[in-house]
T-cell receptor
Framework: AQSVAQPEDQVNVAEGNPLTVKCTYS??????LFWYVQYPNRGLQFLLK??????LVKGSYGFEAEFNKSQTSFHLKKPSALVSDSALYFC???????????????FGKGTKLSVIP | KAGVTQTPRYLIKTRGQQVTLSCSPI?????VSWYQQTPGQGLQFLFE???????NKGNFPGRFSGRQFSNSRSEMNVSTLELGDSALYLC?????????????FGPGTRLTVT
């Protein structure tokens, strides 16, 4: 079975400071990894994904994420946080291997990011 | 291109009633998935449709069902509503069933069961 853990329910960061939102995953094979953001009363917006290749993935709105296979992590980062980045962030995984349940996206519980002016 | 649209955006129903939610995917997208989002359980996969066939189903009771039409539009139905069915129901579409493809989400339907 595949699973995702986002160890922090909330992350607070000052505007202009770097931000990190943590994600670790568990799959039987190799993963496809995704980050989504959700603003209040909105659906999820796709930010970036890791498929293969370079471990540092760049995405929308200046976000990037680093895939670390040995630590089974895929942390989301941004060099300089904006107040408008305040939202709920979700990490998600799919197992590349076939098998029951491997197609569905499995999400973490989400991390609420608050950027303080 | 227009994004994923869901109707209605808000619904209030009474216990025991049934409800049908609608989703129109992005033009050209053939895979449609449904998720339930609640504060306690987070995002949970309901089911996925492709080419009018249910391909995957999450761990939900049989009261939750869905279908997909030839134009890829999808509906989900919940019968005999319970208070615990109150949630945001999200529809997502994807170009194909390739696992590397991201899903694009609609704004959701907020269902309140009283």
């Amino acid at each position: 079975a595949q699973s995702v853990a986002q160890p922090e329910d909330q992350v607070n960061v000052a505007e202009g400071n770097p931000l990190t939102v943590k994600c670790t995953y568990s799959v039987s094979g190799n993963p496809y990894l995704f980050w989504y953001v959700q603003y209040p009363n909105r659906g999820l917006q796709f930010l970036l994904k890791y498929i293969t290749g370079d471990n540092l993935v760049k995405g929308s709105y200046g976000f990037e994420a680093e895939f670390n296979k040995s630590q089974t992590s895929f942390h989301l980062k941004k060099p300089s946080a904006l107040v408008s980045d305040s939202a709920l962030y979700f990490c998600a995984v799919r197992d590349r291997n076939s098998g029951a349940g491997s197609y569905q996206l499995t999400f973490g519980k989400g991390t609420k990011l608050s950027v303080i002016p | 291109k227009a994004g994923v649209t869901q109707t209605p955006r808000y619904l209030i129903k009474t216990r025991g009633q049934q409800v049908t939610l609608s989703c129109s995917p992005i033009s050209g997208h053939r895979s449609v998935s449904w998720y339930q989002q609640t504060p306690g359980q987070g995002l949970q996969f309901l089911f996925e449709y492709f080419s009018e066939t249910q391909r995957n189903k999450g761990n939900f009771p049989g009261r939750f069902s869905g279908r997909q039409f030839s134009n890829s539009r999808s509906e989900m139905n919940v019968s005999t509503l319970e208070l615990g069915d109150s949630a945001l129901y999200l529809c997502a579409s994807s170009l194909s069933r390739d696992k590397s493809y991201e899903q694009y989400f609609g704004p959701g339907t907020r269902l309140t069961v009283t």
